[in-house]
């Protein structure tokens, strides 16, 4: 047998995408059949830098056939097809060892990841039969979203890797593809069956961005669908599901998934969107019964649509929520740590456990405790507990965190480790870090925590020259002013500086976040902070003398200090039946 | 014809009990069985007064044997029993009458009131019992302890009939706290009990008065095993159903087990939504757990609920006065003033005899900052004219360090007989505290050597000449103190209080009792506003006593508004222990007092980060930006009165 790989493409107009699919499979395949089917643009020269197969198909209307024609000029004893607007994942999965198999297997399903449309939410797997053998019955079939036929289901494995990642295309290249296959769909309307044209007409819909167009195809595709079509059918229900949410209509969703589940009743995915159906109407009680229900599923079997973790960890962390809210915050923090022993990965549990614990224990507390839990051990989940326990107020804390993987300057930061020093009451450490920093084009937040702790270890000169360094960039100006007020209340006592009104905003904003840095300093630093003392001290009278808008400004932080204040206590006590004196966080 | 009612009843040793039993009972009934256990007192003879019959019965440790023995004896068409330390409340009788007269009932649940506490202070807690039937001699009763006969009659008679006659009401003395220390009651039915459970194990009424049992002998988590056995798998019309449950709550709570005892108050509401009890209870453990949020909404739930039937044996106070006031305590917790007041005011209307909601209104109001405020407030609230009630508050007022108006209430109510001299002492220190040192010494030199209050009014004699600074008086009265013999402690102190200031080592080390004295007295010398004395008085202190006991020290001069010498001791302190937040929290107080704002905002900070339980806390910090904001609009109008604009900038910002 040929163990060699090809990888088929047919493409057109795809030359910002094509080089990142076509490097990601460097080394994984030994020969590249590109068809191009009339690119208007540099597709074709890019494809030519990668491989001499490239060839041309006249497009008719049928990406089917296309394929087929690559297919054709493939030597490959295997195929592995992918588009322009994916990319291999060679790091998590082999593909030589799928062809050396010993099971027979002459057919792969491989995952698919698809990232989600921006909005943070974990993507979806779900299986594509991608990864054949040559010359041995395998062929596309369908028009439009050719499938290449399952022709002995005996032979067709499901590989847990390598994975495809899909890249969502840019908004208007993406409406026009869709645009297009709508047409194209509409009109294949005799050729495809009719519950998959539904389906594929959803999908189009609903990429569109018109879900109330989508529903009906979907509806009328899960009736039709059976069982046997389970690749199909299973992303149609969640399709339904998605459109039906979109749309509000959160009952009849909810109605969707009871019957659902009796059909299918150890699927996961099922039993998970109820729950977060009833959660998002609130009713959680109801909404903790599906989710426990949901983890006594383990996974599904393979050709099941499954979004890894509605079996686990996603469980564990909706029923911390649904307990969060019902005001049961041991139980919330139990689940929470479930979900993070799972999969340490999803840090979305590790938000919410942190404002939990941090209310039940104080900051030392929950450092501790985390510290036990291993939650320190990781470089993203200590950079992420680093940036919440400085956004807490604890700068000395989030300086902790890193300590382990020794200040990593590499680490998924929102701000640099140095600041936490500076906070933590460490201006020489802070110093220190800054060093190591390429010094040329230090973003002015980061200029500023410069400055300050030259200021505070009393060079004041250093920092002069730092923030005049910063005044010649146009972007830096604002900032550059309201270093120099820092550094002459620092070194005079006052600051006769007046910045010009359009500055005025700008170095005022930069002067407050300094002071509430210095307050956090204050009041949790163990060592001298004086300095701080003196900066907070002035730099507040400064304002309060600058401008009626300055003073509204301090006044507006006053008055957001009171309000992260009494969110923390409601979020310890609750509404407390009204006895808070003034509702918290209102003036 | 008129039925004839017979009263049966078993006693031993209850002289003390059986009379007012007795006469609450003439007229109502017609005979009178008294089958005596062995008693060695008077009971017999005074039963026999009123004109019993008595009958002697060698006590075999089964309660049923004795009552029917009773009942063999009784001839009336209507039995009645009751215990000796029980009465029938008055207008009672004539009900009993009315109904015996009638015919399609064949007994009777009655109105019990247990009372609770002890004498001077009793609570009511009302519940159904069975004890009037008709005269069978088939109807007798059953089990060893917890005598039955309900379900007796129901055996014999399948027809018969019960129905609730609450206008006849029993009144209980059992359960006073005299009453059962007396008689070691409790040892001897938990013996009982245990035996016959042995036998018949499925007896769940039985295992539940072994739970209550157990309860009353503090033995918490006995009880809370056997209580929860007994509902296990218990039919929920059982009228007993609340009262298990309600001591399963309460033997959990006591045994300190939060967790389960939530958990019985959850499933509890399910079934009996409107159980005031269970969300008291609720309220109770929420709130010694912390969640004062959880603690708030359950007392709340509590005070909305409608009443329950009488079988309920609901605890007094529940939906009302209990409630309010732990209302005010959380409130107070929220350092919402407002609401405190608002609810002790509740708590004492529901019920003028409860001195913690009276204590707590007192307080708040500040007396000894604002008396004549206080004085007035107190009048409209409540009437206080007889003299004991003006010496209760003029002792409150006292306990409050509000010298004047204690004094005022104290004379007031001085009109009673005063054995002890203490009242005398009480208006001695009220004088001194207002400088009218010739006058308190008057009444101090009329207490003799004979009253055990005599050292401690020497004691005030001498503090009298020391703030007067007659320094030889007061070391003739410290020889005198010294001959009648002062604990080590004691001693110590009036050495201090003596001591020649600047000369030699401080060297008076106290212990917990001697400084408790000594706090006392730099209160008072403080109040007077002699801050000389008092830091002479503490300069005489070790190093290390007055660090140990900085807290305390600081605490007192916060109190008198001392705020340099209070943040002086604060620091030494905070030194000692950087973690504590009662340190820190009063600390930011002062800072907050001398508008060191952003010092505060420091303090109060790290306060709440030692202990983020308080709300107070935040509360603080909250209100101490509001405070802030307001200061910098000050600065502003002084800096800028320009024109509106400039201040509608602030107006804008304000309104975001």
Known sequence: ?587 | MEPKISLCMIVKNEEQNIRRCLKSVAGAVDEIIVVDTGSTDATAEIAREYRARVHFFPWNDNFSDARNASLDLASGDWILFLDADEELAAGSGEALRRLAGGDAVDGYFVQIINYLGSEGYLEPCADLVFRLFRNHKDYRFRGSIHEQIVDVILEKNNRARYRAAEEIVILHYGYLDRQIAEKGKIDRNLTLLKRELAATPGNRLLRYHYGVELYRAKKYKEAAEQLLQAAQGIDPQTIYLPKLLRHIVLSCYAACEYAPALDIIRQGLELFPHYADLYYYGGMICFDRGEYGRAVEFFQQALATPGQPVYFASFYGVRGFRACYQLGRLAEMFLNEDEAMRYYVLSLRDNPSFLPALESIIRLLRPREEPAYAKKCLEQLCDFCSPGAALLLGRMFFQQQAYVPALEYLERGATEGNPDGEISLYRAVCLAQQRRFLEALRILDSFHPAQPLYPLARMNQLLCFWWQGKQRKAKDLAKELFALGLSPDTETVVTLLIGTPGKGKPEAAPGEGGMALLLDILARTLDLGENELASRLLEGLTTDCRRQNAVAVGRIYHRYGYLDAAEHYLEIDRHEHPDCAETLSLLAEIKEKRQEYLAAVELYQRALAVDPGKPQHYMRLIRLYEKMRQSIIQKAEQIFPGPDDAHKILQEAAEK
């Not at chain 1, 076509?22 to 030519?48: N, Q, W, Y």
């Not at chain 1, 994942?89 to 030589?96: I, N, T, V, Y």
Request: glycine content about 10%; overall charge neutral; proline content about 5%.
């Open chain 1, 1 to 587: 047998m040929n163990p060699d790989i090809t990888l088929v493409m047919i493409v057109r107009d795809e030359e910002a995408t094509l080089p990142r699919c076509l490097e990601s499979v460097k080394g994984a395949v030994d020969e590249i059949v590109i068809v191009d089917t009339g690119s208007k643009d540099r597709t074709v020269e890019t494809a030519c830098r990668y491989t001499p197969g490239v060839y041309h198909y006249p497009w008719d209307g049928d990406f089917a056939a296309a394929r087929n024609f690559a297919l054709a000029r493939a030597n490959g004893g295997w195929i592995l097809s992918l588009d322009a607007d994916e990319e291999l994942d060679p790091a998590s999965g082999d593909l030589r060892a799928l062809t050396g198999n010993k099971d027979g297997y002459e057919a792969y399903f491989l995952p698919l990841y698809n990232r989600a449309q921006g909005d943070g939410s974990p993507g979806q797997y779900h299986y594509v039969l991608r990864f054949f053998r040559n010359g041995c019955g395998y062929r596309f079939q369908g028009s439009i979203h050719e499938q290449v036929v399952v022709a002995y289901p005996e032979k067709t494995g499901v590989a847990a890797g390598p994975l495809i990642r899909h890249h969502t295309g840019g908004g208007r290249e993406r409406n026009r593809k869709r645009g297009r296959n709508l047409k194209l769909l509409q009109r294949a309307a005799g050729e495809l069956p009719a519950p998959f044209r539904q389906y594929y007409l959803g999908v189009e819909w609903l990429a569109l961005g018109r879900p109330e167009r989508a529903l009906p195809c979907f509806e009328q595709a899960l009736r039709q669908l059976t069982d046997a079509q389970l690749l199909f059918r299973l992303p149609a229900l969640h399709h339904l599901l998605s459109c039906l949410t979109h749309l509000n209509r959160l009952d009849e969703a909810i109605c969707l998934c009871l019957e659902e589940c009796r059909r299918y009743p150890f699927y996961s995915d099922v039993l998970f969107a109820g729950g977060l159906l009833l959660e998002t109407k609130g009713e959680y009680a109801a909404a903790v019964k599906w989710f426990q229900e949901a983890l006594q599923c383990g996974r599904p079997p393979a050709l099941f649509y499954h979004l890894e973790g509605t079996e686990s960890f996603l469980s564990y962390f909706h029923l911390g929520h649904c307990y969060e809210q019902m005001g049961d915050h041991r139980q919330a923090s139990g689940y929470y740590c479930r979900a993070l022993a799972i999969n340490p990965d999803y840090i979305y549990p590790l938000y919410n456990l942190f404002l939990l614990t941090l209310v039940e224990k104080g900051a030392v507390g929950t450092f501790e405790c985390f510290q036990r839990a291993g939650y320190l051990s990781g470089l993203k989940q200590s950079a992420l507990l680093a940036d919440l326990f400085f956004e807490a107020g604890y700068p000395g804390l989030a300086a902790a965190c890193l300590e382990a993987h020794g200040d990593s300057l590499s680490a998924p930061l929102r701000q640099h480790p140095a600041r936490f020093h500076l906070y933590a009451g460490r201006p020489e450490q802070a110093l220190l870090l800054f060093g190591r920093l390429a010094i040329a084009g230090g973003d002015p937040s980061s200029v500023t925590d410069e400055v300050v702790a030259l200021i505070l270890n009393r060079d004041f000169t250093a920092a002069r020259s730092r923030a005049l360094s910063l005044w010649r960039r146009p972007d830096g100006r604002s900032e550059a002013l309201a270093q120099l007020v820092l550094i002459s209340l620092l070194e005079n006592g006052h600051s006769g500086l007046r910045p010009e009104k359009n500055r005025e905003a700008t170095v005022v904003r930069t002067v407050l976040t300094v002071v509430e840095y210095c307050l956090r300093a204050l009041s949790t630093a163990d060592g001298e902070t004086a300095r701080y003392r003196q900066l907070t001290e002035r730099a507040v009278e400064w304002l309060t003398g600058l401008s009626p808008a300055s003073c509204a400004a301090l006044r507006c932080y006053l008055l957001d200090r009171a309000g992260a204040a009494g969110k923390l206590a409601m979020l310890k006590f609750g509404p407390a039946g009204g006895f808070w004196p003034c509702p918290a966080g209102r003036p």
